[in-house]
C-alpha cells in the first residue's frame, strides 16, 4: 500500500522533466556555433555586396581565431571573477575601475630604471614578480573591501560596488595624478605577450572552473546564491564565504590588470573603463543568472567567445562600429530576458 | 511506572516570550520522553511556532529555562541546537533549489577528500552514497537523485527536507506543519517517513493543523491556546471533540468566560 502511493508520487514528473536535465551551457554553444556558422555563410556570400573582398572562410583562419580569443582574454579573466559574485546573487561593478587603480600602482613597480639610473646609479629593475604579486595585491584588497561592505554592513552589492567603482577610480587617477606609467622592464612583458594573456585566461577560467565544481567554496557559492537562508541555517559562514567570494573577483581583476598593462607597455588611470559591463555581459550570455544560484565559468567562456566572435565578425564584414555597439546590447538584453523566461516557466511547474 | 522511568529528552519550565507587548509565549512546562512522538496543536496565534522558535535556537526566550538530554542549555543559533542533535524542518522547506539531493542533505558538513578549508574538495561519491541510504532509510524514493532541487514536485522536496533531518537528527526532530503544502499523496508519503523515524526510536514534535494526521502519527498531543499550554493528552485516552474543545477553549484552561460560548 505504501509502495503504491509512493510510485504515484514518482510517476508525475519524470516524463515533462527529461529536457530540464540539458544544462544551460548547451543553449550558449549552440548559440556560438549558429553565430559562427553565419558569420561563415556571410563570409563566403560577401562579394556579391562588397566588391573590394573575395569570398573567404571565417573560421578557418587561425590567425583570425587566436585574435577573437585574444581580445576577450582580459576581459574574461575578470569575467571569471564577476561570475562567482553573479552566483552568489550579487553584482561586481568595481572591476573595471579595479584593473585601473591596480594597473597603475603596479606599473609604477614594473618601471624600467635605465633613464633613473642616469641620475641614481645605485637604482635597479625590481624583479617582475613585485608587480606581479602588487597588482594582484591590489585587486585582492578592493575586493576584500567590497565583500566586508556586502557581507557585514548588508549594503546591496549593487551599492558598494558602485561606491568601489567611483574610488578605484579616483585611486587610479591620485596616484600619478593622471599622468600614465611606461616603460616596463624587459621581464615584464611576458605576461601580455603573444598568446600568454590566452593561456593565462584559460587557466585561470579551468581553475575556477574546477573549484567551483568540485569544492567545498563552489558548493557554498551556489548554496548562498540559491537560497541564502537555508545555507545560514544549514551552518554556511555566509559571510566569511562572500568575503572571500569578492576578494577572489578582486584578485582576478587585479591579474587582468596586470596582463593588460603587460600587453600595452604603458598603464593609465583610464585603463579598464567599462569593462565590468563586458565581464557582466559576458557571464549574462554564458547563462549565468542574475538571480544567482546557476550559470558556471565554462559557460562564461562561451559568453565570452561569442562576444569575441561577434566582434570580430562585424569587422570582417565591415559593419560600423557604431552597429557593433548597438547589436551586442541588443544580444545582453536576450540573454537576460531568456533567462528570465526560463525561471517564469520552472516557477509555474 | 514504566513512562517514568523513561528518560526526558526535553523539558521546559516557565518558558517565556514576549514581542514588546505581546505575550506569545507564557510560563510553558513542556516535556517529551525519549522515543515518544508529540503532537503540538492550538489556533493561528496561540504559539506553537513561538515555542519552537525558542527551543531550535531561532530566537532567546524571555524566561524560562529548557533542559535538554539532561542538562539546561542555551541556544544562541539554529547551529547551535543542531550540534546538540536537534533537527528541524522548517515551513518554508530551507533547501537550496539550485543544488541537487546529496548537496542540499549535506549541505554545510559536506563530506571531503582532506581538509583544504574552503577549497576541500568534496567527497560526491561518497555523499551520494550516503544520500541513497538515507533516502532508503526514510523510504523516499527520488527517481534522479542528481536532479536540482528546482525541478522537483512539493512533495519531493519536503521528503528531501526531511530525510535531512532524519539524517542526521541523533535526538530530536521538530517539523513544522510538515504537509500544509502537500497534496493527499505526498502527504502520505511524508507521513510515512515520520513513521519509519517512529520505528528508529528518534523522538519527534510535530506541529500540525491536520487532526486526523496528529491522531494517526503521535503518542501524545499537547494543546496551546492563546500563549499557553491548556493541557496534555494521551491520544489512546481522548477524542477528536476533546481536542477541538481545549484548541477553541470551551474545555479546560479557558480563563475567559466568553470563549466558552464561541
Known amino acids: ?62 590567425t583570425r581565431l587566436s585574435i577573437i580569443v585574444g581580445q576577450v582574454s582580459i576581459t574574461g579573466i575578470i569575467a571569471v571573477g564577476v561570475t562567482q559574485v553573479i552566483i552568489t546573487g550579487g553584482i561586481d561593478l568595481s572591476s573595471g575601475s579595479v584593473v585601473g587603480a591596480a594597473a597603475m600602482i603596479a606599473m609604477s613597480f614594473a618601471q624600467s630604471s635605465t633613464y633613473a639610473r642616469a641620475v641614481y646609479p645605485h637604482l635597479t629593475d625590481l624583479p617582475i614578480v613585485m608587480p606581479a604579486v602588487i597588482a594582484v595585491i591590489c585587486g585582492a584588497l578592493a575586493g ?29 587617477n591620485w596616484y600619478t595624478r593622471g599622468q600614465p606609467i611606461s616603460f616596463p622592464t624587459n621581464g615584464y612583458t611576458v605576461f601580455g605577450s603573444g598568446l600568454h594573456p590566452v593561456l593565462i585566461f584559460l587557466a585561470i577560467a579551468v581553475l575556477f572552473q574546477l573549484v567551483l565544481r568540485y569544492t567545498l567554496y563552489g558548493r557554498h557559492t ?5 537560497n541564502e537562508q537555508a545555507a545560514r541555517v544549514s551552518g554556511i559562514n555566509v559571510e566569511r564565504h562572500l568575503l572571500l567570494v569578492y576578494t577572489i573577483a578582486g584578485a582576478l581583476a587585479g591579474v587582468a590588470a596586470l596582463v593588460l598593462t603587460s ?86 511547474a | 511506572m514504566s513512562d517514568a522511568e523513561r528518560s526526558i529528552i526535553l523539558r521546559t519550565e516557565g518558558l517565556t516570550k514576549h514581542y514588546g507587548g505581546v505575550r506569545a509565549l507564557e510560563g510553558a512546562d513542556f516535556e517529551l520522553r525519549a522515543g515518544e512522538h508529540v503532537a503540538i496543536v492550538g489556533d493561528n496565534g496561540a504559539g506553537k511556532s513561538t515555542f519552537v522558535r525558542q527551543i531550535t535556537g531561532v530566537e532567546r526566550p524571555t524566561g524560562g529555562k529548557i533542559f535538554f538530554d539532561g542538562s539546561e542549555v542555551e541556544f544562541d543559533s539554529p547551529i547551535a541546537a543542531r550540534e546538540q ?11 537550496a533549489d539550485d543544488l541537487d539531493v546529496p548537496s542540499n542533505l549535506f549541505l554545510g558538513r559536506e563530506e571531503r577528500y582532506f581538509n583544504l578549508g574552503p577549497f576541500s574538495i568534496l567527497n560526491e561519491r561518497l555523499m551520494l552514497r550516503r544520500a541513497r541510504e538515507a533516502l532508503t532509510s526514510t523510504a523516499v524514493k527520488i527517481p534522479n537523485l542528481k536532479n536540482k532541487i528546482r525541478n522537483m514536485s512539493g512533495g519531493q522536496r519536503q521528503c528531501v527536507a526531511i530525510s535531512r533531518a532524519a539524517t542526521f537528527a541523533s535526538k530530536l526532530i521538530i517539523m513544522d506543519e510538515p504537509t500544509a503544502a502537500l497534496g493527499v499523496q505526498e502527504t502520505a508519503q511524508v507521513e510515512n517517513i515520520i513513521r519509519t523515524l517512529k520505528a528508529r526510536g528518534i523522538p519527534l514534535i510535530l506541529i500540525s493543523h491536520n487532526l486526523r494526521q496528529v491522531f494517526d502519527l503521535v503518542d501524545r498531543i499537547w494543546v496551546f491556546r492563546r500563549g499557553q499550554i491548556v493541557g496534555a493528552v494521551d491520544k489512546d485516552k481522548t477524542h477528536g471533540n476533546e481536542i477541538v474543545a481545549m484548541i477553541t477553549g470551551v474545555k479546560q484552561g479557558s480563563d475567559e468566560p466568553e470563549a466558552a460560548f464561541v
Not at chain 1, 573591501?145 to 579616483?170: C, D, E, H, Q, W
Open chain 1, 263 to 348: 600587453k600595452n607597455l604603458t598603464a593609465q588611470a583610464g585603463m579598464g573603463l567599462m569593462y565590468e559591463l563586458d565581464a557582466i555581459a559576458m557571464a549574462v550570455i554564458g547563462g549565468v543568472s542574475l538571480s544567482g544560484g546557476r550559470g558556471s565559468i565554462f559557460g562564461t567562456v562561451l559568453g565570452a567567445l561569442i562576444f569575441g566572435v561577434i566582434t570580430s565578425g562585424f569587422t570582417f564584414l565591415g559593419i560600423d562600429a557604431y552597429y557593433q555597439q548597438m547589436i551586442k546590447g541588443a544580444i545582453i538584453v536576450v540573454a537576460v530576458v531568456q533567462d528570465v523566461y526560463r525561471q517564469r516557466l520552472r516557477g509555474r
Open chain 1, 222 to 226: 551556489y548554496a548562498i546564491g540559491s
Open chain 1, 144 to 172: 576584500f573591501v567590497n565583500g566586508a561592505l556586502v557581507a557585514y554592513t548588508k549594503v546591496p552589492s549593487f551599492i558598494a560596488t558602485l561606491g568601489m567603482m567611483v574610488t578605484a577610480r579616483g585611486v587610479a
Open chain 1, 1 to 62: 500500500m505504501t509502495e503504491a502511493t509512493i510510485d504515484a508520487v514518482k510517476e508525475v514528473p519524470t516524463a515533462e522533466r527529461t529536457h530540464r536535465y540539458w544544462p544551460g551551457e548547451v543553449n550558449v554553444l549552440i548559440g556560438l556555433v549558429v553565430i559562427c556558422l553565419v558569420f561563415e555563410l556571410l563570409g563566403w556570400i560577401q562579394p556579391i555586396w562588397r566588391s573590394d573582398i573575395a569570398a573567404q572562410s571565417f573560421l578557418l583562419n587561425p
Open chain 2, 85 to 95: 542533535g536537534i533537527e528541524t524542518v522548517f515551513q518554508n522547506l530551507a533547501l
